[in-house]
């Protein structure tokens, strides 16, 4: 696929035509169809996502555009301490125009690196700390209506902090971030309160809380495959 230059502003400044769609992806519907992409325009071309519109066979019969968001991915940490108690971060998310409490998290945006190993550097990075013990909670797709995003969710236990020496040096609204520990019920607590509205957030809090309350046998490998897109 070409890749659309950038002018000033980050808007692309041309359109491409995906010279692979076809083999995009083929899914069945319910109703005996399938949805199968037949062209796809890139409109926009960014560092973390890109946006496009693609043309898509519909099982009643015809075709339907449908734009979207193209994501890199993100990874996110739910990591518990000995007393039960998780960390949080509060950052400033400028299109909702404020600060939220949120999970230690980051995009995966390094080539070649594991997705455990990607939630280990956004965890050292945002909340100083090291864990020895990692699990799969749950996969994400916090927009499907708009994007093919998702955020794959840790659990990280048996904590340790990062020398002083060794810690990362935030910048932009991570420098202004806050690091705070809350007892997992009253975290749980809180976004049911709506004080806490990040979806990979709520989400990981109401996994985790579930997965302790069941003495964690629901947890899963950290290798665990990622579900192909169409369920397969």
């Keep these: 696929m070409a890749e659309a230059t950038v002018d000033d502003h980050g808007a692309g400044a041309d359109e491409s035509t995906d010279s692979t769609v076809g083999n995009d992806f083929t899914v069945?519907?319910?109703?005996?169809?399938?949805?199968?992409?037949?062209?796809?325009?890139?409109?926009?071309?960014?560092?973390?996502?890109?946006?496009?519109t693609d043309t898509v066979t519909m099982p009643g019969g015809g075709t339907a555009e449908r734009d979207y968001i193209r994501h890199v991915g993100a990874v996110g940490v739910v990591a518990l301490d000995a007393d039960d108690r998780v960390v949080l971060v509060r950052q400033y998310r400028h299109p909702v125009r404020r600060s939220l409490w949120e999970l230690p998290a980051g995009l995966t945006d390094v080539a070649g690196e594991d997705l455990v190993a990607s939630a280990a550097r956004e965890l050292a990075e945002e909340a100083d700390l090291v864990a020895a013990r990692w699990d799969l909670l749950v996969d994400v797709h916090p927009t499907p209506g708009c994007s093919n995003e998702m955020i794959r969710l840790f659990l990280a236990r048996d904590l340790s902090e990062v020398p002083h020496s060794d810690r990362h040096v935030r910048t932009h609204e991570e420098a202004d971030m806050t690091i705070a520990w809350f007892d997992l019920d009253e975290a749980v607590a809180m976004a049911l309160r709506g004080e806490i509205t990040n979806a990979a957030c709520l989400i990981g809090l109401l996994a985790a809380a579930r997965a302790r309350d069941s003495g964690w046998a629901a947890l899963r490998p950290v290798d665990t495959p990622v579900a192909l897109p169409g369920g397969r």
């Design 28 to 52: 069945a519907s319910g109703v005996g169809g399938v949805y199968r992409v037949v062209e796809s325009r890139q409109r926009f071309v960014g560092p973390v996502f890109s946006v496009v």
